[in-house]
């Protein structure tokens, strides 16, 4: 067997001294560390052992190493039971903390494998992180008026302003999970009407589909996707998917639980990413779905705790370094709730596409 190298050494060392002095009074054992971060994917306390051997470390997966950076940037993750805490409900100190525990440690990696530094490369894990000055704009339709209630009535004395978009649970989520990604970022939310030219060269997120929102209409259309929309008189609650497929153009469609079409199942999200077709250097992301369902389950797919991490290194093994690619996936309903696509479950993935540059 090749002996470790100084770098794997040192990296092994480093990950010793977090667990044993970063906080002492916890006394924290490498099965209680296995644990805490099982609680994403599960660790064995062997694995942590054998990260930490003195003689003949094993370098660490580097999502691995960002769940180190995560869970010692804050005593919080001690204050019971050990446990490892969402990015989101960190504080903003215990962000900058965990970023720089993160470069840290991938720094000492990438040594130790002799490979570029993971924070240059094109793909980080994080897919709503971005690395350059944004701004990233969400846009998501506005509501019609005869489908919104009395509050989005500007005349109210209770008007609220978000009562006049569609797809608030998507937009909520999305918006709040970008903010803690990218702290020092301006990030922003608009509806069609109020985007201008400034907001449209920025990072641009388009949350729903294509009938309120001319705005995803035509980026859709420059962004030259190989799935459309369109509407269909044996669904007239939403609009569903086609894409060409080994030559036959295939639709689809979403399910039901009844016959009368009045509890939905399944429905059929959409998740795409290019470069935007006005500034290239920035990106264009697409949240969409046949219904609301789809939509939100587009975006939990790479905002959940539990699955956004087997989600990303789906889209790395996949995609690796594309400039674009799409998923289109089941997203099903169970007792009124959205479930999260986890995109290596068995029929997930209804649909994926990825090319190297944009068209």
């Excluded at 480093?14 to 209680?32: F, G, I, K, N, P």
């Excluded at 420059?222 to 459309?228: D, M, N, Q, S, T």
């Excluded at 799409?326 to 090319?355: A, C, E, H, R």
Aim: with cysteine; net charge negative.
């Amino acid at each position: 067997m090749q002996p470790a190298s100084p770098e794997a050494k040192q990296l092994a060392q480093r990950l010793r001294q977090l667990r044993r002095q970063q906080w002492q009074d916890a006394r924290l054992t490498q099965e209680m560390l296995a644990t805490a971060l099982s609680t994403e994917e599960k660790l064995a306390s062997a694995t942590v052992s054998s990260w930490e051997s003195a003689n003949s470390p094993k370098l660490p997966p580097p999502h691995r190493l960002r769940a180190y950076a995560r869970f010692f940037a804050t005593p919080r993750s001690v204050e019971k039971s050990p446990t490892l805490l969402p990015f989101e409900m960190l504080t903003l100190d215990e962000q900058a903390t965990c970023r720089q525990l993160e470069v840290e440690l991938l720094r000492l990696r990438s040594l130790a494998a002799e490979d570029p530094p993971e924070e240059e490369t094109a793909f980080t894990g994080r897919s709503w992180h971005f690395t350059d000055e944004g701004p990233v704009t969400l846009v998501c339709a506005k509501l019609p008026a005869n489908q919104t209630g009395p509050l989005a009535d500007p005349s109210n004395p209770n008007y609220t302003d978000l009562q006049t978009f569609a797809d608030i649970d998507a937009l909520i989520e999305l918006h709040g999970h970008i903010r803690a990604e990218n702290p020092q970022m301006f990030v922003q939310f608009k509806i069609p009407a109020r985007v201008d030219r400034n907001d449209l060269t920025g990072h641009i997120i388009l949350i729903g589909g294509e009938v309120w929102n001319q705005i995803t209409e035509r980026l859709s259309e420059e962004a030259r996707l190989p799935v459309r929309q369109f509407s269909h008189p044996d669904l007239p609650s939403g609009e569903i998917f086609a894409a060409q497929v080994n030559g036959k153009e295939q639709e689809f469609w979403p399910k039901w639980a009844s016959k009368e079409r009045k509890v939905l199942a399944e429905d059929v999200g959409l998740l795409a990413r290019v470069p935007n077709p006005l500034n290239s250097s920035r990106t264009l992301t697409l949240c969409n779905g046949i219904h609301s369902r789809g939509v939100y389950g587009s975006v939990r797919s790479l905002t959940d705790t539990h699955l956004r991490g087997a989600n990303e290194r789906y889209i790395s093994a996949q995609f690796g370094n594309s400039a674009s690619f799409l998923i289109l996936m089941s997203v099903k309903v169970i007792n009124d709730d959205t479930m999260t696509p986890d995109f290596s479950g068995n029929g997930v993935v209804l649909y994926q596409w990825s090319q190297s540059t944009a068209s």
